[in-house]
């Protein structure tokens, strides 16, 4: 990207996949991640690791991960227009969280 050029604006946003979905998620949240694609500089994910605050049973959780990311297609969201991705996938979120509890 050239110094000259227009740098849109970032959004990072994500589902937790544990509990059921609902119609709040799309009309929270997915309705408008589809509707933006263009405008914005697009991160969405499945919170996989945030649902570790309990215990949920292995199986369960990958297939609810699925459930989610079949969901952000069905919305509409375009992988080649944003960034779709699973946060236990990308150390950096796991790395980060443990460097902001020893600082806290």
Request: proline share 6%.
């Amino acid at each position: 990207m050239s110094a000259t050029a227009t740098r849109r604006p970032r959004v990072l946003s994500g589902i937790q996949p544990t509990g059921g979905l609902h119609l709040g998620n799309y009309l929270g949240a997915l309705r408008n991640w589809v509707r933006e694609q263009e405008r914005y500089e697009n991160f969405f994910c499945i919170v996989d690791l945030h649902a570790l605050t309990s215990l949920p049973d292995p199986e369960e959780l990958r297939r609810k991960t699925l459930e989610v990311a079949a969901l952000f297609l069905a919305s509409g969201l375009d992988p080649g227009r944003c960034e779709i991705f699973l946060q236990s996938h990308v150390p950096a979120h796991a790395q980060l969280g443990w460097i902001m509890e020893c600082l806290t």
